[in-house]
């Protein structure tokens, strides 16, 4: 079964930092673009930032810009979300994905989603 798990959620701060985690398994990894979205309570799902794995390129939405750092390791079939600088508005669940590669069309679509996982930022 194609699963993503995520992890890395919690509590912190205004300006401290948290570092997510997505470990994929049954499909290979730097086929798909994998991707982070996440969601408020009463908001829009939101995507947030995704890399292609074959080439490393990545994609982010204005509102993390300069603050959220996302990477991966193919070997490893695993992507973090590194974010840093975080805002009580960066509350939310987050979710990992993954989609057929295609620019950054990965921040506004998924096919596969994994679990969220919960931070909470407080002011």
């Known amino acids: 079964e194609v699963q993503l798990q995520a992890s890395g959620g919690g509590l912190v701060q205004a300006g401290g930092s948290l570092r997510l985690s997505c470990v994929a398994s049954?499909?290979?990894?730097?086929?798909?673009?994998i991707g982070w979205f996440r969601q408020a309570p009463g908001k829009e799902r939101e995507g947030v930032a995704c890399?292609?794995?074959?080439?490393?390129?990545?994609y982010y939405a204005d509102s993390v810009k300069g603050r959220f750092t996302i990477s991966s390791d193919n070997a490893k079939n695993t992507a973090w979300l590194q974010m840093n600088s975080l805002r009580p508005e960066d509350t939310a669940v987050y979710y990992c994905t993954a989609d057929v590669p295609y620019g950054s069309a990965c921040l506004t679509k998924a096919w596969i989603w994994g679990q969220g996982t919960q931070v909470t930022v407080s002011s």
């Open positions: 049954e499909f290979t990894f730097d086929d798909y673009a």
């Open positions: 890399i292609t794995s074959s080439d490393g390129i990545t």
